[in-house]
């Protein structure tokens, strides 16, 4: 629980206008919490800067404070963040047979400080029947520390406790809403309650972000296509990997249900169950959202390539992630892909690739099916 309520916390800070200084809550925790939350949650990358995130915070507060009247409170903060990393195997396009282990990968770009004056509830529309989820809360507003929220929940699907704690009943919507009185904000969250995967005919949102993964299924005959902004940025990110010499190759987009069952047949008929820990089962791919791109070659070597090197430390750059991280199949329920990139827009993918965290850490959920066993369809209905 206590992981979860951090993460979602992470979440917000970043997901929804990318400020830095956001004040975020949940339940109790003071904001305080939240940026000790962050530095001991961040592994990967080791944080040295000379302004803190409490001191940015503490700056923003002040300029706020100053312009009563404004709506929106805008101010520039300049902070210098260096990013080192211990990378075991860490090299750059020209390097192809030298290998570091240390080096400097990235600078984030500097931020201005907005407040929205919004609240937000983090968290799935979704929600199995008997399972429980710690909905957690994000605020933009100058008095946001303040804040005293209410949470609410309409309908009887569910219920929910005052600290956001919902657990699902029985197959149904509920409304969640959640009211800062002191600062006269509200949000609303539309939560449905389901008995299995099948019950899902829409597609599954954690904080507003499409999901796809073994808990969140999308549904049989959601077939957008490759959406226009992964593959748009795709190609932004392939002619700055040519730029630096190296080339990266289109493999493998959007994929419907049935190309998806076919794939997962074709692994299936090879490693029997084992093919769960390499493959989505259709219905479960995040290729058929249209959010997924597979690169250059589907072998664990990829990753150490000119490109694959380059595509893990440079793909956030272009709104992407390396979505199955090394080490993490416990989490997102599958092995490592370097090749597999899933895009997210350049706000959350550099926020999800600095925090460190695998995207089902940063957006708090799991991965594991609900059903046992894949039945796989017979052909009998076939047209
Ligand atoms: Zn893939």
């Known amino acids: 629980m206590k992981l979860k309520r951090i993460t979602a916390l992470l979440l917000g800070c970043s997901m929804l206008c990318g400020c830095t200084a956001d004040a975020v809550q949940a339940n109790t925790l003071p904001a305080a ?14 944080l040295t800067t000379s302004d803190t995130t409490e001191g940015i915070t503490a700056q923003a507060m002040t300029s706020a404070t100053t312009t009563v009247t404004a709506e929106t409170t805008t101010e520039a903060v300049t902070t210098t963040t260096e990013i080192t990393t211990t990378a075991e195997t860490t090299t750059t396009a020209t390097e192809t047979t030298a290998v570091t282990t240390e080096k400097t990968i990235a600078t984030r770009p500097q931020r201005p400080v907005v407040y929205k004056n919004t609240i937000e509830i983090l968290g799935p529309n979704v929600v199995y029947t008997g399972e429980s989820f710690d909905f957690g809360y994000k605020i933009s507003h100058r008095n946001a520390e303040r804040a005293s929220v209410l949470w609410q929940c309409e309908g009887d699907a569910g219920s929910l406790d005052k600290d956001g704690n919902f657990t699902a009943e029985k197959k149904g919507t509920v409304k969640l809403k959640i009211s800062d009185i002191s600062n006269g904000l509200t949000d609303t969250l539309t939560v449905h309650v389901v008995d299995s995967p099948e019950d899902i005919d829409f597609v599954c949102e954690v904080s507003g972000i499409p999901i796809a993964n073994k808990t969140y299924p999308v549904p049989k005959d959601y077939d957008p296509g490759l959406l226009s902004e992964t ?24 994929r419907s249900y049935g190309e998806q069952t076919e794939v997962y047949a074709g692994w299936y008929e090879e490693y029997a169950d084992e093919a769960d820990r390499v493959s989505a089962r259709p219905g479960h791919s995040e290729h058929q959202l ?4 597979d690169v250059n070659s589907i072998e664990f070597t990829f990753a150490d390539t000119p490109e694959g090197l380059w595509l893990a430390e440079n793909c956030w750059k272009y709104g992407f992630i390396i979505r199955y991280k090394e080490g993490t199949e416990h989490i997102t329920g599958y092995m490592y892909e370097p090749w597999h990139i899933r895009y997210l827009g350049n706000e959350l993918a550099e926020e999800v690739h600095f925090s460190g965290l695998t995207l089902e850490e ?9 059903i046992e066993e894949y039945v796989f369809e017979t052909e009998e209905t076939g047209e």
């Open 33 to 46: 919490a939240y940026i000790s939350s962050e530095e001991e949650t961040t592994t990967a990358p080791v």
């Open 362 to 370: 940063y957006l708090g959920i799991d991965s594991w099916y609900r």
């Open 290 to 293: 249209g959010l997924a791109i």
């Open 231 to 254: 593959y748009n940025a795709f190609l932004e990110l392939k002619q700055a990997a040519y730029e630096e010499g190296l080339e990266i190759n289109f493999m493998s987009g959007f």
